[in-house]
């Protein structure tokens, strides 16, 4: 969103609290505090949390043995809190085979803001923009749309901590506080449950901006109408799955529970396709015509930096689950874009700490060439730089190139301890080349990041895809 006021977001203070996932044990872990601005750490510890249902992003059960194990030890980080295995099975029983959750939560949370903010202000007009932010921030705790709504109803302002977290949302509509789940491959090239830790991110209060106005008039009709652009196809299509999970999810909570302005709220799912198609457009027109008064997505920031001003220039709220390019912070959006998925300068900043702190001292990186891949190659070698390890070549890709061997053949050249690589789909392929030439997981420290950590990925790898 547009921020007059402040237009970057300045230092972040990360604060790194590394959970274990390992069933039925406990031990203390050393975690760092970082500044990104500063490149400061402070030493503190955390406990390991004993569960059994600690997946990140996967189904809860290792997958039988199907893959090389290429890409055993491959890390990567994704938004994402520690999910209570009754949530998960919640979303199941929407769809049954899900065996990733990742940005299920930050989707189930932004329908049910949307769906409260519609109850404060009484409207499903434009004027509901204006309670979003302070839904997730002011007022008493609440962690579900029943509980809240019923503070609403008794005149008091409610402050939803969801399933992706607090939110504690800013001015201009994103979140301060993130966690992030380190998600790692095992052996069968899927990910291994066991191995995933949670790690906290918050933003300084310099990035606490004052609140943008909403620019608008569109009156509302009564119902609630949300629509989506999330992907069904397309480079970020292994997303599609766990996020119309918890936006089915979410409108039947809200549905249960009284809807919306005493009716059901009507949720109507389209396709975002990915950057390279014109599906995003298609979609929206369609859901303008339809009057829906949110609209949910896009996964990818280039794909939302398309339809963006279409869909906040017809007065309609624009709420993405997984949008972290930091272009999105400061964009002039009429006070109607939100995210529950936190900037790429907190994931960039965090991605850099645990390759770091995983005794790295060079690093290659290997990047897409969109807005969320040159960001966040940006702000992580923003924070490698500030931990002291070198950043030795840097290499940008077009996703529609018919092959990646040049940048490969560049990372292997840098010789570095490790290399990052921001993909989506197309990852797989350019694993396979890296695998090929002996840089891949096996030989050398590979990092991934949210476009690419999923069993989608093995799956893909396992495939030749």
Not at 10 to 31: D, E, F, N, R
Not at 103 to 121: C, F, M, P, Q, R
Not at 353 to 359: E, F, I, S, T
């Amino acid at each position: 969103m547009r921020n007059t006021h402040v237009r970057r977001v300045g230092a972040l203070l990360v604060g790194l609290g590394l959970i274990g996932a390992a069933c039925g044990s406990s031990k203390s872990q050393t975690t760092a505090t970082t500044s990104a601005g500063t490149g400061t750490t402070a030493a503190s510890t955390a406990t390991t949390a004993a569960t059994t249902a600690t997946t990140a992003a996967s189904s809860g059960t290792t997958a039988a043995a199907t893959g090389s194990g290429a890409l055993a030890g491959m890390k990567g980080l994704t938004p994402l809190l520690e999910l209570s295995a009754d949530f998960k099975a919640r979303l199941k029983t929407i769809d049954s085979a899900l065996k990733d959750f990742n940005y299920a939560a930050e989707t189930y949370d932004a329908v049910t803001i949307i769906a409260l903010a519609a109850e404060k202000a009484k409207t499903d007009g434009i004027d509901y923009a204006k309670e979003i932010n302070g839904i997730t921030r002011t007022g008493e705790k609440c962690t579900d749309f029943k509980t809240c709504k019923a503070l609403i109803d008794a005149g008091k302002d409610p402050d939803y901590d969801g399933q992706s977290g607090p939110g504690e949302f800013s001015g201009n509509g994103e979140p301060l506080k993130a966690s992030y789940g380190l998600l790692e491959f095992g052996a069968n090239d899927r990910l291994d449950n066991a191995k995933t830790t949670y790690l906290k991110a918050d933003a300084p209060a310099s990035a606490d901006v004052p609140q943008d106005a909403v620019v608008g008039t569109r009156k509302g009709d009564g119902v609630l109408k949300i629509g989506t652009i999330l992907p069904q196809t397309g480079s970020l299509a292994f997303l599609g799955p766990p996020e119309f999970a918890g936006f089915d999810l979410a409108i039947k909570d809200i549905n249960d529970n009284g809807g919306v302005l005493g009716k059901p709220v009507e949720g109507i799912k389209g396709d975002s396709g990915d950057a390279t198609t014109d599906t995003a457009n298609q979609t929206v027109d369609r859901l303008l015509a339809q009057n829906v008064d949110g609209i949910i997505g896009a996964a990818s920031s280039g794909v939302s930096l398309t339809v963006i001003d279409k869909i906040t220039g017809a007065g309609v709220v624009q709420f993405s689950p997984a949008n972290t390019s930091k272009k999105l912070s400061t964009y002039a959006d009429k006070g109607l874009y939100f995210r529950t998925a936190p900037s790429d300068i907190l994931q960039g900043a965090v991605l850099a700490q645990v390759v770091a702190g995983d005794g790295n001292a060079t690093v290659a990186i290997i990047a897409r060439n969109d807005a969320y891949g040159t960001g966040l190659a940006d702000d992580v070698t923003k924070g490698l730089k500030e931990a002291g390890v070198n950043v030795v070549v840097t290499k940008v890709y077009d996703e529609k190139a018919p092959n990646f061997d040049a940048e490969v053949a560049a990372a292997k050249a840098a010789n570095a301890d490790a290399i990052i690589l921001i993909s989506f789909e197309e990852g797989s392929r350019i694993l396979t080349k890296m695998v090929e030439q002996g840089i891949g997981p096996k030989d050398v420290k590979v990092y991934g990041c949210d476009g690419n950590m999923g069993n989608a990925l093995g799956e893909k790898f396992d495939a030749g895809k």
